[in-house]
């Protein structure tokens, strides 16, 4: 277990945090403030794939390509937000789980109609393609330090927007008390479809980010939509800061469980015993630190105010 | 009460078809069970567009019977396969069952479709325990046996002189038995032997580990998506120019399409390629492009064969298959020209075939293909059959 | 985190007349359900038999989970854990040669309690979405468990070499005496549930679902109540998967995956919560037009998603809602007339 190991595994695990931040942010801010479950989050990150994908073809260019999916990402996100979700705000959770798992089902089948099942890829640009050798023997993807730099930036960005501008307090208060807001006279539905449409927008920008590495296919939104509530739960719903810790601890846990544990259970046991029950327990990982977690904070590390 | 009597009205429904199936005797039926949704849905398209264009080039009829193929999908769930393949057996009355593309799948579907003398043809999944100790008279495979697929690149490394190799596959069944099927031929150093779980999207942590690790060779099981993720990224870690990647499933005509450049130069396994020189296989991946536009994997050839399979029987039994003895013994004889050319059935009714490597490369035409580079195994037939008691 | 709302079909309080009424259409059901095979048998469909088979067994494992979202608003997102831990307690013994329903049974339920009753003390801990997502957790600790076990198959699962006989008879194996069995089954669960949140400890767990605070200083240890709801309702689980192994002669990782707890939760949301009869209801409308709509095409969910959707956002109280508006609109037609 070499020291460059090591630094390479906490960079991928930092590549992955990073990832499930840009999903689980929008998660977390429409859960936080409207109290929706957005099951439909998931898809949206995959359409973004998609789109981007798609945009591709048609420009040739990886930065077009991204501005369009961003763009189109937007603009069916808040599609579905006056299709659907407008129609169940204040309803029960419950309502909220049902429609929205429908929309996924009726995206991941459309998608395939669309697109065919097989999956398809997204070149890296070619000037971010290729790796730079972080130290002597330690080379790593361009693209990878792209991705961490950017969720960085985004994390900052929103870090500003929700603590330092009109629409972030907004944003806040409507996240502690939503009703209170809309008595203050604050035209709440137009805050509803801003912060939607913005939290649709950063799930497709991971679904872009990603899809250079990743192969884009049905259904690829379904695993990083639980993981992505694996992350706010830790957090604490309705926190950005909580989403943003949660989701670094996450990427960290899986990557370096999933590096280390066979190493780690070699140490207590049999080679051949740590190689079959190493690979479980790395699937686990996240499982069992949430229920310890929410065992010992049952509302997550950083509870928003209020609930 | 609406809830009722919708209910009894699709009962109803059920009942209708059942009878309207007791009057079309004359038409031979076939089930064909496959994935079609979900990510790994391409690889039952590919199944069941193989299987249809042979019906279709044979004029709507498999050994001279009007053949009616009934499509389902399993989901890649074994209770719902179960469910279907019953449905395919009672209701539908099939002869045949075609299917399913995963191993998980055929373990929980033999029994039904075979427990009441239907026969079953699996174009793609080949277990060891079907092959061995559970072998059945009524299961017959167009494929391999799993571990065959996966001693090539072993016996290849073996062969080639490599002293060193670094092995990766999924956390399940398969994947374990695709890893000890390398090394039974594989007799250099192991580095290491990773085992990642299932679906698993990001391979960097891996990817390290193979850097640190500087293996002469690296083998990988990766099917589907898997696959695509581990080549872009194993290209992208500037990985593909110094260490060669053999591989079973991980590069073919399904995940081509998506890993493209990333992939060429990775070698693979197989029973067959696209570029095999003979007359039919020309002619039939000519037709696959022609019907279907893209190019066929293994699933496709295996699912042609499959039909030829039948084909081949129902000539030899003039149609007839209410003498179900005479049909497996017909079927047995594996009495058609197979698009890999030699094939024949061993006694546990799994092929003895020849075994390539092959290597991934762009055509002229802009399309990726894997590309045979040479024989390994001549006419070779799995371990597994000394424990099989059929004769 | 606001718990889910009482839901609009609950019935709080039940006058004499209106449970007899209330029960009229969970017997019509089952009266249903007992003279399918009838016809089925007499047009030689031997298929649907197999369908609702699988359907009165998924009814099981949603009667449950309407047991806990519908009366305790405990949210499962794991209960096909339990499903998967009975199916494979079947398993397991059928592959150690013991394969009597008299063991196996008892051994799944069991199992499948003792699951629920250690998870339950750490998940019940936890309100509302957080809830959900232990549960979940859960639920995902027990299927990565389930796909390590190399000895059971791992992830290919495990063939049973035969369904489990009964007291030494194989009775399980004929496909009609099987389905009489588990309509059997499913009437006593549908018993047991009807009579639980009718007694006083349903009263008190309706009663922590409407206000836990004021049942708490009502003097009720509520968690206790909470525990004991969860641990029968994973002992019924259980008893669900002890029957789909059967049912399949097959377990698999499979039958606990995540994607299944969901679809549990979508099974019941469909039928209508809190009312029992709606998750059959709701059991049966899924798998049946799940089956149906994927015999005209591969791509059934863009008919089924979108039906999801306008039945949530039209219809409140899912099917039995439905059913019910349609009734009281007769009712009050001829009231009129």
Redesign the interface.
């Known amino acids: 277990m070499s020291t460059t190991l090591l630094i390479v595994q906490i960079l991928n695990g930092l590549q992955l945090g990073v990832l499930l931040f840009l999903i689980a942010a929008g998660l977390t801010l429409v859960f936080g403030v409207m109290d929706f479950i957005n099951l439909a989050h998931g898809v949206q990150y995959m359409l973004g794939a998609y789109l981007a994908v798609a945009f591709y073809g048609l420009t040739g260019s990886f930065f077009a390509a991204l501005v369009l999916a961003l763009a189109a990402a937007l603009v069916f996100g808040l599609l579905l937000e006056v299709l659907v979700f407008r129609h169940l705000y204040g309803r029960d959770h419950l309502d909220h789980v049902i429609a929205t798992f429908g929309i996924i089902l009726f995206l991941n089948s459309a998608v395939k109609l669309v697109w065919g099942a097989a999956p398809l890829s997204l070149p890296v640009p070619e000037a971010l393609s290729g790796s730079v050798a972080l130290a002597p023997g330690l080379l790593y993807p361009v693209w990878r330090l792209v991705i961490i730099g950017s969720g960085l930036a985004v994390a900052l960005l929103l870090y500003v927007l929700v603590s330092r501008t009109r629409i972030g307090m907004l944003v806040r208060a409507g996240a502690t008390n939503a009703e209170m807001v809309g008595a203050l006279g604050v035209d709440i539905r137009r805050l509803f479809s801003l912060v939607f449409g913005f939290g649709a927008m950063l799930a497709g920008f991971a679904g872009i980010m990603i899809a250079p590495i990743l192969s884009v296919e049905p259904g690829m939104g379904d695993t990083i939509l639980i993981l992505a509530f694996v992350v706010i739960v830790i957090g604490g719903i309705g926190s950005i800061r909580g989403a943003f810790v949660a989701a670094l601890l996450i990427g960290l846990v899986d990557t370096l469980g999933r590096s280390f544990s066979v190493d780690i259970l070699r140490l207590f046991m049999a080679s051949s015993t740590a190689r079959t029950v190493g690979p479980a327990l790395a699937s686990m990982l996240i499982y069992l630190l949430m229920a310890v977690v929410l065992y010992v904070r049952p509302t997550g590390l950083f509870p928003a105010k209020g609930r | ?4 009597v919708s ?2 009205a ?6 209708a ?3 309207s199936g ?1 009057q079309a005797q004359e038409k031979l039926k076939v089930g064909l069970i496959a994935t ?4 790994p ?2 690889l039952g ?1 590919q199944i069941r567009n193989g299987f249809q264009l042979a019906v279709k080039q044979k004029g709507g009829k498999l050994g001279g019977r009007e053949v009616e193929v009934l ?3 399993d989901e ?4 719902i396969a ?2 279907k393949v ?2 395919m057996v ?2 539908d009355k099939v002869d045949f069952v075609v299917g399913p593309v995963f ?2 799948i055929l ?2 579907i ?3 479709v075979t427990e009441g003398g239907t026969i079953l043809i699996s174009p793609n999944a080949g ?1 060891s325990n079907y092959a061995g100790r559970d072998c059945n008279p009524n299961l017959f495979i167009t494929s391999y046996q799993n571990d065959q697929m996966h001693e090539i690149s072993g016996k290849y490394a073996q062969d080639s002189g490599m002293k060193t190799a670094f092995i990766m596959a999924p ?4 994947g ?1 038995d695709s890893l000890a099927g390398f090394k039974r031929y594989f007799k250099g150093e192991i580095l290491d ?10 391979y ?3 990817l ?2 193979i ?2 690790a500087k293996p002469q060779v690296v083998f990988v099981f990766l099917p ?2 898997m696959g ?2 581990f080549v ?2 194993y290209r ?3 990985l593909a120019d110094t260490i060669p990647v053999y591989s079973t499933f991980t590069v073919d005509e ?2 081509l ?4 450049d990333a992939a060429l130069g990775f070698f693979a396994g197989s029973n067959w390629a696209p570029n095999l020189d003979n007359p039919q296989n020309k002619a039939f991946v000519a037709a696959y492009e022609q019907e279907f536009g ?1 190019v066929p994997a293994t699933y496709a050839f295996q699912a042609y064969d499959a039909a030829l399979l039948i084909d081949s029987a129902l000539t030899a039994t003039k149609g007839d298959t209410k003498d179900r003895d005479a049909l497996r013994a017909a079927l047995k004889k594996a009495d058609f020209v197979s698009l890999r050319g030699s094939f024949k059935y061993n006694t546990n009714n799994y092929p003895i075939q020849d075994f390539y490597l092959t290597k991934v490369a762009k055509r002229p035409d802009g399309k990726y293909q894997t590309e045979i580079v040479r024989k390994v195994f001549d006419d070779y037939a799995d371990p597994y059959v000394k424990d099989c008691k059929m004769k | 985190m606001k718990a889910p709302s009482a839901s609009p079909s609950a019935p709080v309080t039940s006058p004499p007349r209106s449970r007899l009424r209330s029960l009229a259409l969970p017997a019509l059901l089952f009266v249903a359900l007992a003279i399918l095979p009838l016809a089925a048998l007499a047009a030689s469909a031997g298929y649907v038999l197999d369908l609702f088979t699988r359907v009165m067994i998924f009814s099981v494992a949603a009667l449950s989970v309407d047991l806990l979202i519908g009366y305790a608003a405990l949210v499962t997102f794991g209960q096909a854990a339990f499903v998967g831990i009975g199916a494979y307690a079947v398993g397991i013994l059928s592959s150690h040669g013991i394969t009597d329903a008299l063991v196996a049974l008892p051994v799944a339920m069991t199992a499948a309690g003792l699951f629920a009753l250690l998870t339950g003390i750490v998940c019940l801990r936890t309100k509302g979405v957080y809830f959900i997502m232990i549960t979940l957790a859960f639920g995902q600790m027990a299927f990565f468990t389930a796909s390590s076990l190399a000895p059971y198959g791992g992830d290919d699962g495990l063939t049973l070499a035969d369904r489990n006989t009964l007291a030494g008879l194989a009775l399980f194996g004929r496909p009609l005496v099987f389905y009489y069995v588990v309509l059997a089954v499913l009437i006593a669960s549908y018993a047991l549930c009807r009579s639980l949140v009718a007694s006083r400890f349903g009263r008190v767990l309706r009663g922590t679902k409407e206000n836990a605070l004021r049942m708490t200083t009502l003097g009720f240890r509520v968690y206790r109540f909470q525990l004991v709801a969860y641990v029968i309702a994973g002992m019924l689980s259980g008893l669900a998967g002890f029957l789909l192994a059967n049912a399949t002669e097959f377990v698999s990782p499979a039958y606990m995956s995540w994607q299944r707890s969901g679809e549990l939760i979508i099974m019941v949301l469909l039928g209508g919560i809190g009312t029992l009869h709606g998750a059959i209801v709701g059991a049966a409308a899924f798998l049946l037009l799940e089956e149906w709509l994927a015999g005209f095409t591969e791509h059934w969910k863009m008919i089924f998603g979108p039906l999801l959707v306008l039945v949530v956002v039209f219809v409140r109280g899912g099917l039995i809602g439905i059913a019910a508006a349609l009734g009281r609109a007769v009712a009050r037609r001829f009231g009129r007339g």
Request: no cysteine.
């Open positions: 009460m609406t809830k009722t209910m009894l699709t009962a109803a429904a059920a009942l078809l059942a009878a007791a079609l949704s979900g990510p849905a391409v398209q499509v389902q999908d890649l769930k074994p209770d179960v469910g019953k449905a009672e209701r191993s998980n373990q929980a033999v029994k039904p277990t956390n399940y069944q398969a374990k032997e990773v085992y990642v779980p299932l679906n698993q999207l990001d960097s942590a891996e390290s580990k850097a640190a589907g998506g695509v993720n872009k990224q992208q870690a500037g399904s995940t399409p998506a890993q493209q893209a």
